[in-house]
């Protein structure tokens, strides 16, 4: 069966950091795009920011830039989403999401999910 799994959430106080992995089973991650999405409570899921099939990070939201990073190991199969500086407003279910090779925009484009992990920034 072919999915991503993510981990890495919990709570953190604002100002703190949290870094959440992406792994693949049942396939290779080095050829898909990975792309983060998050939704909080009583709002629509949004993009956060993907990396695609080389390497790249793109569709980064303005909300996190500056502040979270993508990085990938496809030696691990495994994409990481680094978060310095969260913010309340960064709470939400985060998940990770693949198709082949290149990122787009939209969720329903997207192949493979796994069931979020819970991320939550509070003092």
């Known amino acids: 069966q072919l999915q991503v799994v993510e981990s890495g959430g919990g709570l953190v106080q604002p100002g703190g950091s949290l870094r959440l992995s992406c792994a693949a089973l049942?396939?290779?991650?080095?050829?898909?795009?990975i792309h983060w999405f998050r939704q909080a409570p009583g709002k629509e899921r949004e993009g956060v920011s993907c990396?695609?099939?080389?390497?790249?990070?793109?569709m980064t939201a303005d909300s996190v830039k500056g502040r979270f990073t993508l990085s990938r190991d496809n030696a691990r199969n495994t994409v990481y989403l680094q978060m310095n500086n969260l913010k309340p407003e960064d709470t939400a279910v985060y998940y990770c999401?693949?198709?082949?090779?290149?990122?787009?925009?939209?969720?329903?484009?997207?192949?493979?999910w796994g069931p979020g992990t819970q991320v939550t920034v509070s003092s």
């Open positions: 999401a693949a198709r082949f090779y290149s990122c787009l925009t939209t969720y329903n484009q997207y192949d493979y």
């Open positions: 049942g396939f290779s991650l080095g050829d898909y795009a």
């Open positions: 990396i695609s099939s080389g390497g790249t990070p793109t």
